[in-house]
C-alpha cells in the first residue's frame, strides 16, 4: 500500500517527484496551463532550447527541480 502525500499548493501550483520509479508531475488547472504555455513558448522560439522549472515561480516548496529541453530528432 501506498503512503502517498498530497501535494501542498498553498504557495504555488506544480511539483515535481519522483516515485517508484517514474516522474510525476502533479498540479493545478492554472500550474498546468503556465507549464503549457512556457512549452509552447519555447517550442516556438527559435534561440531558446531549454527552460529550469526552478527559475519560474510556479513549483512547490517540496519539488524536484526539472528542466525542458528541445532536441532535434537524428
Not at 498530497?6 to 520509479?21: A, I, Q, T
Not at 488547472?29 to 504555455?37: D, I, Q
Amino acid at each position: 500500500m501506498s503512503n502517498f502525500i498530497k501535494p501542498d499548493f498553498r504557495l504555488n501550483s506544480l511539483e515535481l517527484r519522483c516515485e517508484n520509479n517514474e516522474v510525476c508531475l502533479y498540479g493545478t488547472k492554472e500550474g498546468l496551463k503556465k507549464l503549457a504555455n512556457l512549452i509552447l513558448s519555447i517550442a516556438n522560439d527559435t534561440k531558446t532550447t531549454h527552460i529550469h522549472l526552478e527559475d519560474y515561480d510556479f513549483l512547490t516548496p517540496n519539488s524536484l527541480a526539472g528542466a525542458v529541453a528541445i532536441f532535434e530528432k537524428d
